[in-house]
């Protein structure tokens, strides 16, 4: 590492990371070695996944990332970059949430270049609430960047932009390949709809061998064997369901299903019906066992159920197109509304692709419910295309609430003050005899109020919500950003909501307030 680099980064660890250098290629060499003596393929696969993860833990402990007076610095096992501060628009955090550490998530730092491309450094990265350290190093970061970036300055540096993947400014990589293959299996399943349902007829139309059928054609045919069940065994955890059958006649297991398998009795006499070599059927006094013959209707309704599943990460990719002009960091709209348009369609879809795979128009009866069912769909895409749209502060709507009412808003002040001591105000009253109170309920009666200063607040800015912002409040709401004499206070509010309550502030919200820019998200 470069002594000279005003900060400094390097994997913790080491001698960890090293061990699994050593064990991941000590596991290639002792995989390669008995490939190599025997010629059996089956220990490259072991000694590949070793190689791997060698390789991977070896990337991780030769990492290194700095930055001086010229710039960022990375180095890593396959590459060296550097970019200069001239180049650099913004230091940001880039956040990922782990499903499997419930309420934690990791975060690195982006950096979005001037010519609009971002960059994550593989170093510093730190998993929540142990960000100490990783904060320390960011602050050095951006301390450089101002004074050495284009336009250096040593004023106090701006809120950061905290990217995650439910706001503008991350990729779509991941719901587009989820998408492509989700489409690619359904394209699959299709492509066996018509081999499928003619397997179906032909077994459906299957007879009983006729006495003289020649071997040659018998598998077309319905042919009967008798035997004695030795032993059942029903299914364990994750396993199959058995037959067993007296001296291995005609064979000495077969796998059924877990109710047949407690159906049938040691010594029961049963008929096994088979066709085309395959044991469809098998018949005792107590009980009957079929198999499940996959027919059209199965691939049809599998392959009907992917593209529908393909639609949501295909609904993501739509919003992120759609807010590709907005800030980074700002929240973008659930996709909800979009998985609740599919799942709607999958109610009318799923059973009809089932029933009649290859003619949805071949009745009267399907021809209605095809119809009817795309039209629902058609309508409830429409409500969700419009309630995802991407509001910008301005375009509020009416208030639709008489001036003189005392009404009860919903809001959020995402600061502690002195009228919002720890968060608790749920509601903001406005209207009325009294003067605008922020409140914990949502009335009746001001209990509780606390009255707002509104000779104290001065309107900054509106804008819509951003990571960073309280996870608790809706996407679609707005953060009006006020002034409490030299303090920045934040408001949350649906627009309408909002609008109303910044005149009983008398500080109307107009079009012409200022939006944020990129780079000014609050964490």
Request: hydrophobic share 40%.
């Amino acid at each position: 590492m470069t002594d000279s680099w005003e900060v400094s980064c390097r994997p913790r660890r080491k001698r960890t990371l090293w061990a699994f250098v050593g064990l991941g290629w000590a596991g290639a060499v002792a995989a390669v070695v008995p490939a190599a003596s025997t010629g059996k393929g089956v220990w490259l696969v072991p000694g590949l996944l070793c190689a791997f993860a060698g390789f991977a833990a070896l990337h991780r402990v030769t990492v290194r990332v700095g930055a001086d007076g010229g710039g960022l610095h990375s180095r890593t096992l396959l590459r060296r970059r550097s970019v200069p501060w001239s180049e650099v628009a913004e230091l940001g955090i880039r956040v990922r949430y782990a499903h499997l550490a419930r309420g934690q998530e990791s975060r690195r730092v982006s950096v979005r270049l001037r010519d609009g491309r971002r960059w994550e450094l593989p170093l510093p990265r730190a998993w929540t609430p142990r960000t100490g350290e990783f904060d320390a190093t960011l602050d050095r970061l951006r301390a450089l960047h101002r004074r050495h970036g284009s336009g250096a300055t040593t004023a106090e540096p701006g809120p950061l932009t905290v990217i995650s993947g439910r706001t503008t400014g991350s990729g779509r990589l991941g719901s587009v390949v989820a998408c492509v293959l989700l489409l690619a299996g359904a394209a699959l399943a299709a492509r066996t709809v018509p081999d499928a349902g003619a397997y179906e007829r032909e077994w459906e139309s299957a007879t009983p061998c006729a006495p003289g059928t020649p071997a040659a054609v018998r598998g077309d045919c319905l042919r009967t064997v008798r035997a004695v069940i030795a032993r059942t065994e029903p299914d364990l955890p994750k396993k199959t369901s058995w037959l067993y059958f007296t001296d291995d006649r005609p064979m000495e297991r077969l796998a059924v299903s877990s109710e047949a398998a407690e159906q049938f009795r040691a010594g029961d006499r049963v008929r096994l019906t088979v066709w085309r070599g395959v044991v469809k059927e098998v018949a005792g006094d107590r009980h009957v066992w079929r198999e499940h013959t996959p027919g059209a209707g199965d691939f049809a309704m599998l392959a009907a159920a992917l593209v529908l599943a393909a639609g949501y990460p295909a609904a993501r990719v739509l919003l992120r197109v759609r807010g590709r002009r907005r800030p980074d960091g700002e929240v973008l709209p659930s996709a909800l509304p979009f998985g609740a348009s599919l799942v709607v369609t999958a109610l009318w879809l799923l059973p009809l692709c089932y029933l009649h795979p290859a003619a949805p128009f071949a009745s009267p009866t399907t021809t209605v419910w095809t119809s009817l069912g795309t039209l629902t769909t058609l309508t409830l895409l429409v409500w969700a295309w419009r309630a995802t749209r991407i509001r910008p502060p301005g375009e509020d709507g009416e208030p639709g609430v008489p001036a003189d009412q005392e009404v009860f808003l919903p809001a959020r002040f995402l600061d502690a003050t002195d009228y919002n001591p720890h968060h608790f105000g749920t509601h903001v009253v406005v209207g009325g005899d009294g003067p605008p109170a922020v409140v914990p309920h949502p009335g009746p009666g001001r209990f509780a109020a606390r009255p707002l200063p509104v000779s104290r607040l001065t309107l900054t800015r509106v804008r819509p919500i951003r990571e960073g912002d309280a996870d608790t409040i809706p996407g679609n709401w707005h953060v009006a950003e006020l002034d409490d004499a030299g303090t920045r206070v934040r408001l949350a509010a649906a627009p309408a909501d909002l609008t109303r309550i910044l005149r009983a502030l008398h500080l109307p919200r107009t079009p012409a307030a200022p939006v944020p820019e990129a780079g000014t998200v609050t964490p």
